[in-house]
């Protein structure tokens, strides 16, 4: 009895220390969880926007300017307008996207007046007018980094306008004989080169999009009117009232959507 006692007490030794021998290896390696995937910071964007103008013209011109002595320049003033736009864009990487926007600017009313004198007369003008513009931008912009959720940025674009100044109107009025005389010029567009500075906010909404405010400078190059003929429908002289160096002052809010 002492001796089967003996031999499986030491059976249960050896047991004891082979299975968990035997388990460690049949046992599967330890699960290593693969690393996150990688941030996608680049990708394809739509862009929508609405905004508005506060215009300005440097000078106006005329061929008939130089039959004054001296010219009093008045009041140049637009009103202001609405704009809408739509573009496409890609993002390279978090700190830099391109983009390319088409853009319609509605017309706005235009009003200027301005005193000519010829020793000892003076000849008096007010003017109006509308204008309107079609705009293509090619623009970049450097995101200045995300700070919860909003990202400051700046940047730059270059394009084509197309400038249309419409309903020129010319009522003149002369001292020597206190005449008044009425001008029409006939509606005309133009193509310019433009240029665009803009800093803005963009503002996190989901992953994929972004509302965006922005503030522009945007110089639109030079636009004319048709030539000016008066009310009887004479015409001397190719005289067109051209319109120097116009630029915005713009307010934009926009949205994007990047579809990675």
Known sequence: MYKITRILLAACAWGALAVPSASAADMPPAYTPPPPPAAVLGGWYLRGDIGYSNQRVDELDNVLYDDFDTLDEGDRDFDGGPIFGVGVGYRFNKWFRVDVTGEHRAAVDFTGNDIGFVDPDFFSNNYDAKKSEWLAMINAYADLG???????????????????????????????????????????????????????????????????????????????????????????????????????????????????
């Open 146 to 260: 995300t700070y919860r959720g909003v990202t400051p940025f700046v940047g730059a674009g270059v394009g084509m306008v197309r400038t249309e100044i419409s309903g020129f109107t010319d009522i003149g009025t002369n001292s020597a004989d206190n005449l008044v005389a009425i001008a029409y010029g006939s509606d005309n567009s133009e193509w310019s080169f433009a240029w665009a500075l803009y800093a803005g906010l963009g503002f996190e909404i989901t992953p994929n999009l972004t509302l965006e405010l922005a503030y522009r400078y945007l110089d639109i190059g030079d636009a004319e009117s048709g030539d000016l003929v008066a009310f009887d429908g004479t015409n001397d002289v190719d005289n067109p009232m051209e319109f120097n160096d116009l630029t915005s002052h713009d307010v934009r809010l926009g949205m994007r959507y990047m579809f990675n």
